[in-house]
């Protein structure tokens, strides 16, 4: 304690309005003490990253957030009624501030460490004794971080709130600790727990572990406790499905294949280009970004095979599984309650998985080909590249061609500056709209009109159609030949 001391005061010194905090506590004859993450990060980051300090009371916690905010100019939103869960949110210097206040859960502060998660987390600072620092170390948090082990507080940690379970994993995954083996036992105990947790509350922690650089140690850590299974059942059918020549590993093992060759693609190669780590870092929805959400199709893109998988002269064959998988994936994002512009992202990359290598078929493919690919995929043509590839490389079967490969990611690579050079092209002016060809072709509204712009576009695109004229005088002779 003594060597971590002087680097503790430091970082409380940066938190601010504490001795308004303690000034408060004394006029209302409060016990006031900092809890939680800060002191957490303080201990085993050497300072916390986030502007959000918790504090635990002995009582009114909601008449101390009304003062506190009153004196700090804040905002109160209350969190938890019944549990007087109360946060003030304060702007300063251009940046928010949120300090959360509760009550003890239990008769005094010790109770309340007990019934947090983990010993990490179980850590509280004294607030009336400052300056001078005084730590309560209940459940010897600092033997943990030195072990640099993950261990729940007792053996009712994961009854009281299942999502722990998954908290397990992310905080691993985030500080590098080691999951301590009672704690282990404890989870493949209580697993089944999980299945009462709210959807939300699932993927919130879910994704947080897909934000990790490396997110397979973690997940095949999940994996070996069985705890995958339990938020995803559509794992199951996917363990020990034989692939054929093509494959080295069935399809929960290319699965995670898929994902390794997708972090050292990003980790080696692709995030030293600022287009695409621009692109990657993207928020799609709910601070989510396409980086976590190609991770997600990573582990799903095959989840149609299953039931797609038929034996035909002794071959497997596993037709129209990505068609299969995007009806699937349906009802996994809706029970994780992900938003629709998530749910559409994932459908379109397990849909569109397999297109690339299509193109890939053909040493150069056309320019139809290559704008009919980017039309369909559109903004997600860059994720679908990039799964294609991470697919490509996790497929390692006595039957792949190691030079159909290098024309593969020839051809992917190729795709991904096209994308970007016709990001930064100034886009073609329509040359007609529907009124126009309704006038034209003397013909009402339908579905035809559609399809005749779509075709004009194309033609637009590819420089075979540069005028009004032109492109009015082609639809004219489109829909004599089609009737």
């Not at 209302?28 to 300072?47: P, Q, S």
């Not at 506190?68 to 007087?84: A, C, E, N, Q, T």
């Not at 280009?273 to 870092?281: P, R, T, V």
């Amino acid at each position: 304690m003594e060597k971590i001391l002087p680097l503790i005061k430091k970082e409380i010194k940066k938190i601010p309005y504490l001795a308004t905090l303690k000034n408060l506590a004394k006029d209302l004859d409060l016990e006031i003490y900092l809890v939680g993450g800060v002191l957490r990060d303080i201990f085993l980051l050497g300072g916390f990253r986030k502007p959000d300090f918790d504090f635990a009371l002995n009582k009114n916690s909601l008449r101390f957030a009304k003062a506190f905010s009153s004196l700090v100019k804040g905002r109160v939103v209350i969190l938890d009624k019944i549990l007087r869960n109360i946060r003030v949110v304060v702007r300063r210097s251009n940046r928010i501030l949120n300090y959360d206040f509760s009550r003890f859960r239990g008769k005094d502060v010790l109770k309340d460490l007990e019934r947090r998660d983990f010993t990490i987390n179980s850590l509280a600072l004294k607030i009336e004794t400052l300056p001078q620092i005084e730590v309560v170390d209940y459940l010897n948090a600092q033997r943990d971080f030195k072990k640099k082990l993950l261990r729940c507080n007792s053996s009712a940690s994961f009854v009281d709130d299942p999502l722990r379970i998954l908290r397990a994993f992310s905080i691993s995954g985030l500080y590098g600790l080691k999951i301590e083996k009672n704690t282990q036992r404890l989870i493949k105990e209580n697993k089944k727990l999980l299945r009462t947790v709210a959807g939300e509350r699932i993927s919130e922690e879910f994704f947080k572990i897909l934000s990790i650089p490396f997110s397979l140690p973690v997940l095949k850590s999940m994996d070996t406790l069985g705890v995958l299974e339990e938020i995803f059942p559509e794992v199951k059918p996917m363990k020990g499905l034989h692939q054929g020549p093509y494959h080295h590993l069935d399809v929960w093992g290319h699965s995670l294949e898929t994902l390794r060759c997708f972090e050292f693609l990003i980790e080696r190669r692709l995030k030293k280009d600022e287009n695409i780590l621009s692109y990657l870092n993207q928020e799609v929805a709910q601070k989510r970004t396409r980086l976590q959400l190609i991770k997600f199709s990573c582990l799903f893109h095959d989840i149609g095979k299953p039931p797609a998988k038929i034996r035909k002269k002794k071959k497997t064959l596993f037709y129209g599984h990505e068609k299969i998988g995007q009806e699937l994936i349906e009802g996994i994002c809706r029970r994780m309650r992900l938003s629709l512009r998530e749910e559409e992202f994932i459908k379109r990359l397990i849909y569109f998985h397999l297109r690339p290598g299509y193109l890939a078929d053909v040493r150069k493919p056309t320019s139809r080909a290559i704008y009919r690919y980017f039309r369909d995929t559109q903004d997600e043509a860059i994720a679908v590249l990039i799964l294609s590839l991470s697919d490509w490389r996790a497929t390692r079967g006595p039957k792949t061609s190691s030079q159909k490969r290098r024309a593969h990611e020839k051809v992917i690579f190729s795709l991904i500056e096209e994308y970007f050079r016709r990001t930064q092209t100034k886009l073609l002016r329509r040359l007609v709209n529907g009124y126009d060809v309704m006038k034209k072709l003397k013909i009402s509204p339908s579905p035809l009109v559609g399809e005749v712009l779509k075709k004009i576009e194309e033609k637009q695109a590819l420089g075979q159609i540069k005028t009004k004229k032109e492109a009015l005088n082609w639809a004219s002779k489109y829909v004599k030949r089609k009737n």
